[in-house]
């Protein structure tokens, strides 16, 4: 089976001898507080390393067991009841879920080529009063687009006008293919707004389960109150390594091999679909791990992935990730394929989509 389905990455381009040394360090510098419980806003000196590159004080940091984690803590702080939440259409299926069940009501906002509709988004600020607008601004999963800096100043400037809080869910920024990462709507916010969430899950893997919370300091520190009253403290082993990569270099060094690796591999998958599936339309990613595919009007991708899986290769249904709609798109990550794989792929699913319309009634 050939797997386009899960985001993460295959095992190859894990950095299993790096991750090793610097658990080797970590156990022999900071063992004490690596073997310890902490408190709820994580280990002290990842948080003080996020703070420095994000230019904010320590004490507007959070490390959680991953931005899930964080991102529910969040959500249940923040979101119930009746209160109403704004989604970008498509957006992560996970997110859906973790809204789904605490929200009153989500709305949906479509993508554009480059990130959300920002017009679309002042159209439902007219209509509604959410409490949080949750934005994916880099390599959005599973759209693949990333937000231009127009667009992320004026969702700051929404987000002041209107109240609400705009949850930055930014676990891609470091992985983009060229250039420096782009500006996050965190730095531009000027009124305490923003909230940012990050993750070691792309940077480093996602087996050590550790991201973190940007924001307000009464925020972070309600956030942290609720963690310790739910789990203690993370996981402090796993911080302790990730910020023993993070001040030693290794991390910054690992990200360069990923970037290479998951660049060879989008450009792999962009050739095969262009060669074998040329009616497939799609933004071609600059980063991350993920591109959205919309195939024809008469396609039903959760109907192809039953005879896709019979050919021997796997995606996601493009309705997982829509309030409504996508029946005919569907999403491809190419991290965890090897890229002298991905042709087989992409002619697998072209020969799924064959049979299922040749079944199909006249």
């Known amino acids: 089976m050939i797997s386009f389905a899960r985001g993460a990455p295959s095992a190859d381009i894990l950095p299993g001898e790096v991750v090793r040394a610097a658990a080797d360090r970590a156990l022999a510098d900071d063992w004490e507080r690596a073997l310890s419980y902490g408190n709820g806003a994580g280990h002290l000196g990842l948080c003080e390393w996020v703070a420095q590159a994000h230019g904010v004080e320590p004490e507007q940091v959070m490390v959680a067991n991953g931005s899930m984690n964080a991102a529910a803590l969040l959500f249940d702080h923040l979101v119930g009841g009746d209160d109403s939440v704004i989604v970008e259409q498509p957006t992560y299926d996970r997110t859906l879920l973790l809204l789904n069940r605490r929200a009153g009501g989500l709305v949906g906002v479509p993508l554009e080529e480059d990130g959300i509709d920002v017009g679309g988004l002042e159209g439902a600020l007219a209509d509604t009063t959410p409490k949080l607008v949750h934005v994916i601004p880099n390599f959005h999963n599973p759209a693949g687009c990333t937000l231009p800096e127009d667009k992320r100043r004026r969702l700051v ?47 480093v893997s996602p087996g050590v389960r550790v991201g973190y919370l940007v924001g307000p300091v009464e925020t972070i520190a309600a956030l942290a109150k609720r963690a310790n009253e739910t789990y203690i403290s993370p996981n402090m082993l796993a911080e302790s390594i990730v910020w023993e990569l993070c001040r030693s270099g290794g991390l910054a060094e690992n990200i360069e091999v990923v970037k290479g690796a998951l660049r060879e591999r989008r450009d792999a998958l962009t050739d095969a679909l262009r060669e074998r599936l040329p009616e497939a339309e799609f933004v071609v990613p600059q980063g991350g791990y993920f591109l959205w595919l919309t195939l024809g009007d008469d396609v039903d991708t959760t109907a192809l992935l039953s005879v896709a899986a019979e050919e021997g290769v796997s995606f996601v249904p493009g309705a997982d990730f829509m309030l409504e709609g996508g029946r005919s798109s569907l999403r491809l990550s190419f991290a965890g394929v090897p890229p002298e794989q991905i042709p087989e792929g992409v002619t697998r699913v072209a020969r799924a989509l064959e049979r299922v319309r040749a079944a199909a009634p006249a």
């Open 157 to 203: 400037e929404l987000a002041t006008e209107h109240g609400f809080t705009l949850f930055e869910d930014d676990p891609y920024r470091e992985v983009g293919f060229a250039g420096k990462p782009a500006q996050t709507m965190l730095s531009l916010d000027r009124a305490n707004r923003v909230i940012y969430a990050s993750s070691f899950s792309k940077t």
